[in-house]
Structure formats: structure tokens, C-alpha cells
């Protein structure tokens, strides 16, 4: 599905010099072969584990330094990178160790059966014991130790390692993009049945959208170092005051900003919109 896609947005913005960038879900023979015969560039999320076992070997006999980028060749114009980082290798553990200790929950219950043999999550370091019993395969567990912090990513651009690696975690802001549509501006479920109506729903968050991550920016521009629903939130405690002079009519509006508000209170000075 994601090949029609693409051909269809670039037929309609008439693009000529772009690159596809995808994480691993879409990482498959398929997919890359139609995007390499269409002439496509990409740049896409590796399963390394899924590499031919000379290139896991390499892989593995790198040194693994903090922030560092490898680079292996496969010919045909496709370039692997592998990245390491510590906050990776910390997080991998950190999860692997938090799903182990809920498969042996189970074990020590008697819990575990046949069917709970599959590849989804960490079930895949379950294994069969005879017929029957079902058991915790830590060999299997220490040789996936080994990949912990490592992250890779396939590439047929001669673009340098470092605009890679922007390029594809860009796309941690299109996922989070996503996650506020549906979370904080609840794009959906949506109660629309005609046509006119459901885009003008879409339309309608897409500019809450476009507004949420305007104040975004605008929060990091000004060292205010708080959310957008924090600020939101402390935002309705405000009160505006209007009071009109007896003797002249004139009205006086007054924003009563407490001390709690003042983090947020750049954001009430006269002019700062227009300026930023």
C-alpha cells in the first residue's frame, strides 16, 4: 500500500528531488524493490537481526562507542548504518528485563502453553521442553544482549551518515504529530457521515494541530520550560477583569496574572505574538 501513495503525492506536487523516509514496518524485499524500480530514494528502518549472518558477525565485532555511526556496503548502490547509543542500550535492557520478569510470572503460575510460542514481543524467548512444557530459552536471551543500543538503517542516497540519521528520526515528530491528533485534539471518533462534514472535521484539527505546535516552538523560543497542556491548563486559571469608570465611561481591562502564572506570563506581554 505504500507505493501508490508515494506515486500519487508525487505526481500531484510534480516532486523530482525527494527522498522516502520509513521505519522498519515497512521494511520488506517488496517494498524496497518497488521503490528502487520506480527510481525512488529511501531511506528506511534496517532489521539488522534479519541480516545474513556475515553481516551480523560485522556487525557484532564493531566497537560500540556512544553516538557513533558504522557504515557496511551491499553493493548495488544500498548502504547499512548501524548506530549506537547508551541511552538505546540502557532502554533495550530496561525492557527486555521488564518482559522476561512477566514470562516467568506466568511460568512460576503454570500459565505458559503451547500457544504462547510465537514471535510477537518477548514470547520469541520462549521455547518447547518435550511435548509438553514450556520454558524460558536464556541462551536465546544472552545472544540478544548483544544488540542492545544498536539501531539500523538502509539507505540508497550518498547523502552523509548525519543527515541519514536526522532525516529518519524526523519522523518521531510525524508519529507524535499523530498521537496529539488522536489523543489531545480527538480527531477521532468521529460523529460525521457526509463528505463536506468529515473534512471539515479534518480541517478543523489540522489547524488545532497547526496551533498546538505553533505555541510548541514558541515555548522553546522563550526558555518557558513547560508543555503545551501544562501551559493550557494553567492558561484557564487566568481571569481578565473589565472595569468601566463611573465618570469618564472608560473601560479598563486588566489580565490578573498570580504568582503561579508568572512562568507563562511572556506570553501575555503586548506584541509577543507578532514578534516571534
Known amino acids: 500500500t505504500m507505493l501508490p501513495v508515494v506515486t500519487e503525492f508525487v505526481r500531484k506536487y510534480s516532486l523530482d528531488d525527494f527522498i522516502v523516509v520509513a521505519d522498519s514496518g515497512l521494511m520488506n524485499g517488496n517494498n524496497i524493490a518497488d521503490l528502487e524500480s520506480n527510481g525512488y530514494k529511501y531511506i528506511i528502518g534496517a532489521k539488522i537481526k534479519n541480516e545474513s549472518k556475515k553481516i551480523q558477525e560485522w556487525i557484532l565485532a564493531q566497537p560500540k562507542v556512544n553516538c557513533q555511526m558504522i557504515e557496511y556496503d551491499k553493493g548495488n548502490g544500498q548502504r547499512l548504518l548501524v548506530g549506537y547509543t547508551d541511552d538505546r542500550a540502557r532502554k533495550d535492557a530496561y525492557n527486555r528485563e521488564k518482559g522476561i520478569r512477566r514470562l516467568e510470572k506466568a511460568y512460576n503460575r503454570g500459565t505458559l502453553t503451547k500457544d504462547?510460542?510465537?514471535?510477537?514481543?518477548?514470547?520469541?524467548?520462549?521455547?518447547?521442553?518435550?511435548?509438553?512444557?514450556?520454558?524460558?530459552?536464556?541462551?536465546?536471551?544472552?545472544?540478544?544482549?548483544?544488540?542492545?543500543?544498536?539501531?539500523?538503517?538502509?539507505?540508497?542516497?550518498?547523502?552523509?551518515?548525519?543527515?541519514?540519521?536526522?532525516?529518519?528520526?524526523?519522523?518521531?515528530?510525524?508519529?507524535?504529530?499523530?498521537?496529539?491528533?488522536?489523543?489531545?485534539?480527538?480527531?477521532?471518533?468521529?460523529?460525521?457521515?457526509?463528505?463536506?462534514?468529515?473534512?471539515?472535521?479534518v480541517c478543523i484539527c489540522f489547524v488545532a494541530l497547526k496551533v498546538y505546535k505553533e505555541l510548541?516552538?514558541?515555548?522553546?523560543?522563550?526558555?518557558?520550560?513547560?508543555?503545551?497542556?501544562?501551559?493550557?491548563?494553567?492558561?484557564?486559571?487566568?481571569?481578565?477583569?473589565?472595569?468601566?469608570?463611573?465618570?469618564?465611561?472608560?473601560?479598563?481591562?486588566?489580565?490578573?496574572?498570580?504568582?503561579?502564572?508568572?512562568?507563562?506570563?511572556?506570553?501575555?506581554n503586548d506584541g509577543f505574538w507578532g514578534t516571534h
Open 116 to 201: 504462547n510460542i510465537n514471535k510477537r514481543g518477548y514470547n520469541k524467548f520462549l521455547k518447547m521442553e518435550g511435548d509438553v512444557k514450556v520454558s524460558i530459552n536464556y541462551d536465546k536471551l544472552e545472544a540478544d544482549e548483544k544488540w542492545d543500543g544498536l539501531k539500523g538503517y538502509l539507505t540508497n542516497t550518498d547523502i552523509p551518515v548525519s543527515e541519514v540519521y536526522a532525516a529518519y528520526h524526523n519522523l518521531g515528530h510525524v508519529e507524535r504529530a499523530f498521537r496529539i491528533s488522536k489523543s489531545k485534539i480527538e480527531i477521532r471518533p468521529m460523529f460525521h457521515f457526509t463528505r463536506r462534514r468529515i473534512e471539515a472535521h
Open 216 to 268: 510548541e516552538r514558541l515555548l522553546k523560543l522563550s526558555n518557558i520550560n513547560m508543555s503545551v497542556d501544562k501551559v493550557l491548563a494553567l492558561a484557564q486559571t487566568i481571569v481578565t477583569i473589565q472595569v468601566t469608570l463611573p465618570q469618564s465611561k472608560q473601560t479598563i481591562t486588566r489580565t490578573m496574572l498570580m504568582k503561579r502564572h508568572q512562568r507563562i506570563a511572556p506570553l501575555f
